[in-house]
């Protein structure tokens, strides 16, 4: 006589009852701190009801729409068309037959990677009523007739924005591999979640600021950040940081880089691997970084003008001092690269020669099309973000930081909802994601210089449309080498849009273009073996033109900028000490500004 089967164990966890009450008590207790100190700040603060002006927006496009309701009922024909076929063909599949898809997801789409939304027919239905809702109401919104331009791309963006919100990958119980956790956990991947969501809360202080990395995983210094050398100067806006030689001697002219404050400098010395700056120390550069201060109130009035005279001059003077050397080349980074250009301009109407030589690393100097980021960009906008800014004597570095992530709202929102909240997982240690999350301030008058002057008026593109300490600008004067590196797939410094701008200038140009990203197709080192990059020696009026003509060349840019600058003065002197001359050490890289967390 055979044994019976001995019984399954079930593949459904029940939480332990215990855990589950104590879990929910701290939950309570904690949700209740938030809501209270939310509540008392929003009081004390005043709520602005639609800062963003997103409402008058979209009231302008349905008064419009409705002006022409034959388009609505053509687009509402062809969504009921589309979702008729979905259910004859989900209905079929129901039934063992296999037919095409009525949409497709894109397939570098991860918010659908698990092999569920494609093999079980109730969540393809789902993926698939999704993806079809999604196109009807991108199609219905980018085609209303007499919108504005800049109407339109806000209704666009916000579309978009609210589309991916309701993305079903978003929610527990239409996403398969959130059920499946839920399943094998008993739900305990929901009640982390929402623990790792207070604790968002609280590290936002009632703001949600989600964890994107492990943040006690890097450490400035020790983990990241690592190239040696020593702080020589500072005032009360920058440090500067003299990089260790690696070499025996180095080319004459120093190498100063003024990467964007809206962002912390290490994002070009993360780790050795992929450290611009040990590459270029390691090719004899004596290479100097601005580490510009993340401001308090103390610095709500320091304007753009004080950053070219206590960042760029100061650095200068200070580099002369510890070098005996004048004339240096200069890297300019995003915004660091936009002030840079300024001061270009200003220091050719003065008769400075101090920079012989400038780059420009995914710059904007022509606004004309700053991409996506002009969403943000109008006046009812402009005007609260001022008097937010008046009223603390800064601007939250979380503000600005939600804001390039929304630009990329799936990849840098949504799946860590999904990740922290839902699966109740930890984020991964990533390093360029902790230098995301490492956000800086903004002081209000700087700040509002910089977005009304260029990207509202575009008069940094325009001969003597802006002033620099009382001289005016003209880019076109500016006649040193430049070389101009954007990246092809930059949602921050649309590409065609750095090349309008590399076309002001009146000197020798050089542009290039990676493949990649703001930040990705910069860091971007030889032995990665990543990312290729265009050239060509031929400016012509058109990007697209430019592109055509381009030869495309297997990996970094770093070498062919590397070259280009060796071209212009390949004299050599012994390599510099940092601390040797007259300027003494202050303090080891990377020093304290940049360690100031908002």
Known sequence: MTEPNPPQEADIRLPDAGQLGRSMADIAARSQRLVNDWMSRQAKEGVAIDPLNIGGAFLEMTTKLLANPTQLMQAQIGLWRDYVTLWQNTTQRMLGQEPAPVIENDPKDKRFADPAWKQNEIFDFIKQSYLLSARYINDVVTHVDGLPPKTAQKIDFYARQFVNALSPSNFVLTNPEVLRRTRETGGENLLRGLSNLLSDLEQGRGNLRIKMTDTQAFKLGESIAVSPGQVVYENELIQLIQYAPLTGTVLVRPLVIFPPWINKFYILDLRPRNSLVRYLVAQGHTVFMVS???????????????????????????????TGQREVNAIGYCLGGTLLAATLGAMKAKGDERIRSATFLVTLTDFTDPGELGVFIDEEQLSSLEERMTRRGFMEGAEM????????ANDLIWSFVVNNYLLGKEPFPFDLLYWNSDATRMPPAMHSFYLRNMYQKNLLAQPCGISMKGVPVDLGRVDIPVYFLSCREDHIAPWASTYKGARLFGGPMRFVLAASGHIAGVVNPPEGGKYNHFVNTEMPERAEDWFAEATEVAGSWWPDWQRWVTKLDKSRVAAREPGSGVLAAIEPAPGRYVAVKI
């Open 292 to 322: 510009w201060v993340n401001p308090d109130e103390r610095l709500a009035s320091k304007n753009f003008d004080d950053y070219m005279v206590d960042g760029v001059f100061a650095a200068l003077a200070a580099i002369e001092a510890a």
């Open 401 to 408: 930081a939600t804001t390039f992530n929304m630009l990329r």
